[in-house]
């Protein structure tokens, strides 16, 4: 099993700062990284995958970062809507594995 | 649009049995993979089961290798988790997802809102 490492596991940013939040690999897992989004009481939403895709309608204030074994998520300034808890996620090899998750919060 | 909606989730003994379901709708249902993801009551994501566009390929996370059972009916269009011998460790919401690839497995994209489970006696 490839362990997801998140860090840091909360990330205190004003409004309009830039966020950075990091994503380690156990092994490598190419370019098959993912991250989402989740707010409380919602489902996750895909904001990047294949390491640096953007999915559909993500705004490009969202960008990522990364082959192998270390990622980023970065948010180039943030919104009152951004602050969640973002998961990275492989889906290189069987089976499949989240990061244990980074909380934005409002500093 | 693309949407999922989990039903069956509930309050059960453990030991007992459930079967969920998820009925899709805005897409076409048999040429995409799906997945079950839960997610305990505060914690992070969990990956549960896969099941391929056609039923010839699935995966089980060894949590619950040999007492879940991945399934869907492309006919009805409807995608199944079968629980057996739960456990209190299994309380979650669990979400159903669409997989992104078009007959291959490839990343989750699209989730439900996910119905919850609660394992207790």
């Known amino acids: 099993e490839i362990v997801m490492t998140q860090s840091p596991a909360t990330l205190s940013v004003s409004p309009g700062e830039r966020a950075t939040l990091s994503c380690r690999a156990g092994q490598s897992v190419g370019n098959n990284l993912a991250w989402y989004q989740q707010k409380p009481g919602q489902a996750p939403r895909l904001l990047i995958y294949s390491a640096a895709t953007r999915a559909t309608g993500i705004p490009d204030r969202f960008s990522g970062r990364g082959s192998g074994t270390d990622f980023t998520l970065t948010i180039s300034s943030l919104q009152s809507e951004d602050f969640a808890v973002y998961y990275c996620h492989q889906f290189s090899s069987w089976p499949l594995t989240f990061g244990g998750g980074t909380r934005v919060a409002i500093k | 649009q693309v949407q999922l909606a989990e039903s069956g989730g509930g309050v059960v003994q453990p030991g007992r049995s459930l079967t969920l379901s998820c009925a899709p709708s805005?897409?076409?249902?048999?040429?995409?993979?799906v997945h079950w993801v839960r997610q305990a009551p505060g914690k992070g994501l969990e990956w549960v089961a896969t099941i391929s566009y056609d039923a010839t390929e699935t995966h089980y996370a060894d949590s619950v290798k040999g007492r879940f059972t991945i399934s869907r009916d492309n006919r009805d269009k409807v995608l199944f988790l079968h629980m057996n011998s739960l456990r209190g460790e299994d309380t979650a919401v669990y979400y159903c997802a669409r997989d992104r690839g078009v007959r291959q497995l490839w990343v989750i994209e699209f989730w439900g809102q996910g119905t919850s489970v609660t394992v207790s006696s």
């Open positions: 805005g897409f076409t249902f048999d040429i995409y993979g």
